[in-house]
């Protein structure tokens, strides 16, 4: 049962909004623990986030997901027995939390409720009673590990343990912030970019042109123009501009959105066909080009923001606060993170621009302003700032006590949950239906099952 601790990330954390948003149709009860059921698509819609979030699944994804949906079930069963509370004012103030999360992400919370398909009430109101399982599940789990300590000397036996031979390797890791201006183009330039779209729809719509030969002609997005601006998308695909989502979904076949503006540039949007939540569009992007003029000035204003920095008049998180424009940096302090969402990164984690940067630098050092392309194709003017940086070692306790410690605090703690499971799993009602009986990780459970005590 050592995969337990892993409820938490896996239904906790993994692709919320989607689930929320987008419910596969099946709902067979698979699974009963006490007065607790999973539903067949409790374990469709996790495994409809992981494909949709490209992330690889085991062969035996349908098994290990129920078993640890039964693990956070039995641990909200358990807490209820012992009287733990979610007070409405916490569950609400945790329902506030995943709705800003998710306004956020999609821009307003009109679109989010467009995407969605019912109001931010309705969305509060679904995720409620799932939500207060997973909080009383999260409260009984941490109630079991309270007391679990880890000692200087059990960290060194841990460390022992662990063959030389598989140590880890660890490259330098630094910890590097940033603060980015993006430079606006002119007024002309935007309004000049607007007229132009508005023409190729004017031309389309009264049947001079084809709209896939213009965006051959004139798209600024070099992923679909050559195939005319085709471009296929789902509904509640977190990846897809929000802003982009909600034209898109608004239009009927045939018909063509007025210009309008996403974090690329500007846009207009024909729809082709649409299936239920994919569709199948057309799209024509122009982004307004910055003229050295614009480049520049945001290069002067970055050098102050510099020269305020190493003269100590400002801290960087201030600075971060009140200047940068990367949206990204209002979450993690300016810091860049890692595909973890940690902060410490290594060399092959950054763009080729920041490694030139960064390898001019000492630990302390701001860089000179310079000019970038984002990953959304972007142009941007940036500082950055070398925190930290380690050199490359084979993992040791002098330079990663706090990793090993973490890791054997963990270890120790499953195995407190471990124990706990083994104690306490006959004491619950349990029922598998018969197709899950074959999984392996299913054996414990259906044993607890047939000799279980009230």
């Known amino acids: 049962m050592k995969k337990y601790f892993l409820i938490f990330g896996l239904f906790v954390l993994i692709g919320q909004v989607n689930a929320q948003l987008k419910k596969v149709v099946a709902d067979k009860i698979i699974a009963t623990i006490g007065d607790k059921i999973i539903l067949k698509s409790d374990i469709d819609n996790t495994i409809f986030d992981y494909k949709r979030n490209n992330m690889e699944l085991p062969p035996n994804a349908e098994c290990l997901l129920l078993e640890q949906a039964l693990g956070l079930k039995a641990l909200a069963v358990q807490a209820d027995r012992d009287s733990i509370i979610v007070s409405d004012e916490e569950i609400n103030g945790i329902l506030d939390n995943k709705i800003r999360a998710y306004t956020m992400r999609y821009g307003s919370k009109e679109i989010l409720e467009q995407v969605a398909g019912k109001s931010v009430f309705q969305l509060k109101e679904d995720m409620k009673p799932s939500e207060l399982e997973k909080e009383l599940a999260k409260r009984e789990r941490d109630k079991i590990v309270a007391d679990i300590r880890i000692t200087p000397d059990e960290v060194a036996a841990y460390y022992n343990k662990i063959p030389k031979d598989s140590l880890q390797f660890y490259e330098s890791e630094m910890t590097i912030g940033q603060i980015v201006l993006y430079p606006k183009p002119s007024r002309d330039v935007e309004a000049y970019v607007i007229d132009q779209l508005k023409e190729y729809k004017k031309e389309v719509e009264e049947g001079k042109k084809k709209f896939e030969n213009l965006a051959q002609l004139y798209s600024d997005d070099p992923g679909t123009k050559n195939n005319g601006g085709l471009f296929e998308l789902n509904r509640n695909d977190k990846n897809i501009d929000p802003t982009f989502v909600a034209k898109a979904f608004g239009l009927k076949d045939g018909q063509i959105s007025t210009v309008f503006k996403s974090q690329f540039g500007y846009h207009i949007i024909q729809m082709v066909s649409r299936r239920g939540d994919d569709a199948t569009v057309r799209h024509i992007l122009k982004i307004p080009q910055l003229s050295s003029i614009e480049i520049n000035q945001s290069k002067e204003k970055l050098d102050s923001i510099r020269n305020l920095l190493t003269e100590g008049k400002i801290s960087f998180g201030a600075a971060v606060d009140r200047f940068s424009e990367d949206k990204n940096s209002k979450f993690t302090g300016g810091l860049i993170s890692n595909q973890e969402g940690g902060t410490s990164v290594t060399i092959d984690q950054l763009d080729k621009d920041l490694v030139l940067m960064v390898d001019k630098l000492k630990v302390g050092q701001y860089s000179e302003p310079v000019e970038f392309t984002d ?45 706990w499971f083994h104690q306490r799993l006959r004491t619950f009602y349990i029922n598998i239906a018969p197709e899950y009986t074959h999984c392996p990780e299913m054996a414990k459970w259906i044993d607890a099952g047939s000799t279980a005590t009230k």
């Open 375 to 419: 990953y959304a194709g972007k142009k941007g003017v940036r500082i950055v700032y070398l925190i930290s940086k380690t050199e490359p070692h084979r993992e040791n306790l002098k330079d990663d006590y706090d990793k090993i410690s973490q890791v054997a605090l963990e270890e120790k703690q499953n195995d407190a949950l471990d124990n």
